[in-house]
């Protein structure tokens, strides 16, 4: 056995009992890789035990996409599964909870025509998008957590046999999502006020922008009016408080999306949908990234940028200490919701409408008037290293010191 049974269990009781808090009698609808199946039978095992009614878990499978990508005509590449989207949108109007189980090997369509790639992947970010809103508008309660699958753990490791590598991936997700401590649960409440914490500080001040400057960056973000800093456990619309991201190290809000000017360097690689995009270097000119260069599939993330009105616009800025223990892990892992929580980023696309005061109650009009953007991409990138400084500048146009050498400055 190469991944510990009782840290297994343990995180998919962390997931029921912290990431979700699912609710007696609240449906849950789970969607898993083929591989982690080990896992979804423990988290619907915990599920039920917390009185879910009905657990629903929709598999996908990599060969199976893959023989899409060498025997459908060209016109499948236009299509998504609408109807499936249509009824996990349902699912949560009347309330289901939503977790997603991570593990997809990252490279999977890496070789395959990008062309067909990309057309495939804004189908489907459009097809998606009727219960994306209600995942990031946080009606209800959601979570992602990973399993460590054979594809993935060989990428991350890949000196290692299969069998090492899958140890080695499962320990540094059982570190990363505190099931390694005699008490995750306890871990997580204190996690959580430690995260709690810092927003509240960065609400106090209400900083008009960040000022990012840093080897070949020198970025401002400006915030958007009436934002509002979150991190960690976030209480959703059906009054539920939910820890979305297992793990997380973030504080995030919403910039303003015609406020970001300056140039920023990427500091790790972002995997993206079978891609390393490397060394990435992007200007920003009232908000928009207007130039946008990398050493290595440059073109390809050009491409996504242009997926619609809002992809070249900014919906996410996060901090995240350069010591956090994913960071010091000094892993790639490819996947973004380990890598992101290992640097301070920023992400192009659409923003958390949670992230306002008052965001719950607020429109997509009057969300768009505060400078919150709107896009079927959310794809955040790494811009933090014990190399960056930023400073908080106020209305009035005075600083004080937010990070320095990517540490908290206070
Ligand atoms: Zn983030
Ligand atoms: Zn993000």
């Not at 309660?141 to 140890?167: G, M, R």
Request: aromatic share 8%; glycine share 10%; with cysteine.
């Amino acid at each position: 056995m190469t991944i510990d049974p009782v840290k297994l269990d343990k995180l998919a009781q962390v997931a029921i009992k912290v990431g979700l808090q699912l609710a007696e009698g609240q449906d849950l609808v789970m969607t898993a890789p083929m591989s982690a199946a080990p896992l979804v039978r423990r988290i619907t095992e915990h599920a039920y035990q917390a009185g879910a009614g009905l657990v629903t878990t929709i598999y996908s499978d990599e060969e199976a996409t893959l023989a899409r990508y060498k025997h459908a005509n060209s016109a499948s590449f236009d299509k998504a599964a609408g109807w499936l989207y249509s009824g996990m949108a349902e699912a949560f109007r009347n309330n289901a909870a939503r977790l997603a189980i991570s593990g997809d090997n990252p490279m999977m369509l890496a070789g395959q025509d990008p062309d067909k790639v990309t057309r495939a992947m804004r189908a489907n970010s459009a097809a998606y998008k009727p219960a994306l809103q209600l995942i990031t508008g946080f009606d209800i309660n959601w979570n992602i957590v990973s399993y460590p699958t054979t594809a993935w753990a060989k990428l991350v490791f890949p000196n290692d046999s299969e069998e090492d590598a899958v140890t080695k991936l499962a320990d540094a997700i059982f570190k990363a999502s505190r099931v390694d401590q005699e008490d995750p649960i306890a871990a997580w409440a204190e996690h959580n006020a430690n995260l709690k914490k810092r927003w509240t500080w960065l609400n106090d001040k209400s900083f008009a922008s960040l000022h990012y400057t840093g080897p070949g960056t020198d970025l401002t973000v400006g915030l958007a009016d009436g934002h509002r800093w979150k991190g960690g456990a976030s209480e959703a619309k059906n009054g539920i408080t939910c820890n979305p991201n297992i793990p997380t190290e973030e504080v995030f809000t919403t910039p303003h999306k015609l406020r970001v000017d300056g140039y920023v360097a990427g500091t790790k690689p972002l995997s993206h949908n079978g891609a390393l995009i490397e060394e990435m270097q992007a200007r920003f000119e009232g908000g928009k990234l207007v130039e946008f260069k990398a050493a290595k599939n440059g073109d390809l993330f050009n491409t996504v940028l242009d997926t619609d009105e809002g992809g070249r616009r900014l919906g996410e800025v996060a901090l995240v200490p350069h010591s956090s223990p994913i960071s010091a892990s000094g892993i790639l892992f490819f996947n973004t919701l380990y890598d992101e929580n290992a640097s301070c980023h920023i992400a192009q696309g659409q923003c958390y409408s949670d992230c306002f005061v008052g965001g719950k109650g607020l429109s997509q009009e009057q969300i768009s008037a505060q400078g919150g953007n709107t896009s079927n991409i959310h794809i955040d990138w790494m811009i933090g290293s014990d190399k960056i400084n930023i400073d908080g500048v106020h209305a009035d146009g005075t600083t004080e010191p937010v990070m320095r050498g990517g540490e908290w400055a206070n």
